[in-house]
C-alpha cells in the first residue's frame, strides 16, 4: 500500500449541490411554452407585485434576479412572463433529489428545497471519488427528474459551496486539497460568507480585495474590525472551515435579511425595506409550509452592533401582512435617532411542534448563530 500521509487519511469529502434556476427549469420543464422564454416566478406585474423568486436564465441575461422588486424586472424587459409559484410542486421534486442523494450518503444537509451539502467520506456505494459521485448524482437529476443541478466538490463546506456556482448552469467544479489555499487567496472579498456589499466596500477602502489581502491581518485585527465574522475569515483564508454536515438540523427559525449598498437612516427608507423582506419571509415559510408564533426583527447598525427584537402571539402566523405589520411596529418601539442601519432581517420561529420535525432546513443558515 502507497504511503498516504495522515493528513491526507483525515480529509472530508463534501459535495455541494444546488439546482439551476430552480423554480423557473421546474416550471420550464412541466409547460414547454416556457422554454427558452424570459419568465420569472412569484411576484405580478401589475399593482403592489411584490418580489421575484428567481428568474429563468433566459431572463438572467436582462439582469433579472431573485428579489428583485416585480416593477424592476418589467423594465429590464418587458416582455417577461410571470408564473405562479407551484410550491407542492418543487417540494416534490425536492424530496427526490433527496432521495436520490441517499442513495449515497445519509449526511446530508438541506439548506432550502434546492440546496444541500453531503459528506460522501464514507459513501454507502463505496464508490471513493467524490467527483464521480457528484458525476452520478447530476446524472440521476437529469435522466429521472429532467433538470440540471450544478455541483461543487471540495474536503470542506465553505469550498464545495463556492465551487457549486462556480460553473452554473450544469456544472461540476473540483477543489482539491492542495489547491484550497491558492484559491482562498484568490478569492474575492465579497465572496466570503458574511460579506454584504456595505461590508465589502469598506474592506476595498482598506486596501483589501482578496483572501490573500485577508490573509494579511492576524486574528485579532479581523475581530477588530468585522465582528465574530472576522474569527471565521482568519480561519477560511487558511483553507480551514471546521463545519460538519448536519443531517438532523431542526429549523428553528426562517428568515431573511438584506445588507444594504447603503446605510439607511430615515424610517421610511427601512419600511420600504422591511416590505420587502416581509414578503421573501412568507414566501419561504409558504416554500417549506411552516408558520410561526414568534417574529423577529434584527438590526444591524453601522458600527456593526446588532440588537433583536420579538414579538409573539397566540396563533400561528404566515401571512404578509402581518409580518410586515409587527416589524414596523417593532422597529417604531425602538430609539431610531441618529441611527445608521446597515443591515435589517425579519425572521418566525417557535414553529407548530409537527412541522419542527419535519422540516431539517434553515433558508439561509448563518455560521454563528
Ligand atoms: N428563492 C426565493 N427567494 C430568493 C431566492 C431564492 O424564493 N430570494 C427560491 C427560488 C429559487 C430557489 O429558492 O428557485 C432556489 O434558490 P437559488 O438561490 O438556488 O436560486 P436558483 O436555483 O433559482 O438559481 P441558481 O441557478 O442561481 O441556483
Ligand atoms: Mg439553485
Known sequence: MPFVPEAKLSHKKIIHIDMDAFYASVEQRDFPEYLGKAIVVGGSPEGRGGVVAT???????????????????????????????????????STKIREIFR???????????????????????????????????????????????????STNKFVAKIASDMNKPDGLTFIGPSSIEAFMEKLPVEKFFGVGKVTA????????????????????????????????????????????????????????????????????????????ISSLVANRLQNHNLKGRTITLKLKFSDFKQLTRSQSFPELISEQDIIEQTAKSLLNELDMAGKKVRLLGISLSNFYQQERKAINTTYQPTLFD
Open 201 to 276: 466596500s469598506k474592506m476595498k477602502s482598506q486596501g483589501l480585495h482578496t483572501g490573500f489581502d485577508l490573509k494579511q491581518l492576524t486574528e485579532s485585527e479581523l475581530i477588530k474590525n468585522f465582528g465574530k465574522t472576522g474569527k471565521f475569515f482568519y480561519q477560511i483564508v487558511r483553507g480551514i472551515d471546521n463545519r460538519e454536515v448536519q443531517p438532523h438540523r431542526e429549523t428553528k427559525s426562517l428568515g431573511a435579511e438584506d445588507t444594504f449598498s447603503h446605510d439607511l437612516d430615515t424610517l421610511e427608507e427601512m419600511y420600504e425595506q422591511l416590505e420587502k
Open 55 to 93: 428568474a429563468s436564465y433566459e431572463a438572467r441575461k436582462f439582469g433579472i434576479k431573485s428579489a428583485m422588486p416585480s416593477k424592476k424586472a418589467v423594465q429590464l424587459c418587458p416582455d417577461v412572463l410571470f408564473v405562479k409559484p407551484r410550491f407542492a410542486v418543487y417540494k416534490e421534486v
Open 103 to 153: 442513495r449515497y450518503t445519509d449526511l446530508i444537509e438541506p439548506l432550502s428545497l434546492d440546496e444541500a451539502y453531503l459528506d460522501v467520506t464514507n459513501d454507502k456505494l463505496d464508490i471513493g471519488s467524490a467527483i464521480d459521485i457528484a458525476k452520478q448524482i447530476k446524472q440521476a437529476i437529469k435522466d429521472e427528474l429532467k433538470l440540471t443541478a450544478s455541483a461543487g466538490v
